[in-house]
């Protein structure tokens, strides 16, 4: 299913999310009355979406439907879409933001580093002038990312492993993505990686889904084991992992996730569940030879994708602000710069 036909209403639904100041949901620790805490002081580049990690990877969704299909009959009309990021990324925001970021080691750790980091491999893969400017801006951002990487990566003794924004498999997957990281820093992610996963077995699949989970513990961790692992070494991997897969047997991070109310934030959720499984379904069926268990992984990914897709633009702020970008990462490939 193609990203063609999605991407005006995305593009414009990116656009109204990062330029919508409110509601915000700052995770931001006040130390004195005199700080100004409006959104657009703390943030200048991401300051909208509700909170900061949507805002960057909204801007993410609203470069890659540009550099995909800008131009053509799917998103014919570009300029108010390039206006808004020409205001957003700038030096001087991108400044700030990354000051921002080093003064508070913890924040939005590792998720919304990935997704800054994943932002600027989507503007360096833009062509032309705009795509230039906006990668040069985002340069100290993706510096920041890296110090912080040096810092964090060897004190991480263990990895969190729960389906919410902490996941240290899906952010450290989608930093090898990006294509940004200096050597050393990808090298270090790597080999972290396969120190806290070579050794994994038969994982606690039937636990999942928790009740608001928007990623799922086993396939984030895979597909991660995926980008590091030559192919034959991820699929003997992947069988002691997962024995179901080739066994047959039951496997719950392979059956759609029922969502009983779409408008409740945290069980809205499994609806982005579904699509981070279809996005990592399909990137691991792909790493795996012609077989009974690629096939399974992707007819269970399009069972996912056809199961979250509709609740994508509902109208509801809940999962407006957010939702999109993973329709995308099911819709139209996992890597952030991919061409």
Same mark, same amino acid.
């Given at each position: ?35 100004? %805490? ?33 131009? %053509?009959? =799917? ?19 991108? =400044?700030?933001?990354? =000051? ?240």
């Amino acid at each position: 299913m193609p990203l063609t036909s999605y991407a005006t209403p995305f593009a414009r639904l990116a656009l109204a999310n990062i330029t919508r100041e409110y509601p915000n949901f700052p995770a931001h620790l006040v130390t004195s009355a005199a700080e100004d %805490t409006r959104p657009n002081s703390l943030h200048p580049a991401f300051y909208g979406a509700y909170d900061w990690h949507s805002s960057v990877h909204m801007h993410w969704l609203l470069v890659r439907v540009l550099r995909r299909h800008g131009g %053509t009959p =799917a998103l014919a009309e570009t300029a108010p879409y390039v206006n808004v990021l020409d205001r957003h990324l700038t030096a001087r925001n991108i =400044a700030a933001e990354a =000051a921002y970021l080093l003064d508070r080691p913890s924040f939005e750790r590792p998720y919304g580093w990935a997704w800054l980091v994943a932002l600027a491999a989507e503007c360096r893969a833009y062509s032309g002038a705009a795509g230039a400017r906006w990668a040069e801006a985002l340069a100290p951002g993706v510096a920041a990312v890296e110090r912080l990487l040096a810092d964090w990566l060897p004190k991480a003794t263990y990895p969190v492993r729960h389906g919410n924004h902490p996941n240290s498999a899906f952010a450290l997957g989608l930093l090898l993505d990006s294509g940004e990281l200096s050597a050393p820093t990808a090298d270090a992610v790597r080999e972290r990686l396969l120190a806290w996963f070579a050794d994994d077995h038969d994982a606690p699949a039937h636990w999942e889904p928790s009740g608001q989970d928007f990623l799922s513990p086993a396939l984030t961790e895979a597909d991660a084991m995926r980008r590091v692992l030559a192919p034959e070494a991820f699929a003997s991997w992947l069988d002691r992992f997962l024995p179901a897969l080739r066994s047959g047997a039951s496997c719950p991070s392979l059956d759609v996730p029922v969502v009983s109310d779409h408008a409740d934030p945290q069980i809205g959720h499994l609806l982005g569940l579904a699509l981070s499984r279809a996005a990592a379904l399909r990137s691991i069926a792909g790493a795996l030879p012609d077989g009974p268990v690629r096939t399974r992984l992707a007819e269970a990914a399009r069972a996912h994708l056809a199961a979250g897709l509709p609740a994508v633009e509902r109208g509801d702020f809940t999962t407006d602000h957010w939702l999109a970008t993973f329709a995308v990462l099911a819709l139209d490939g996992d890597h952030p710069g991919e061409a």
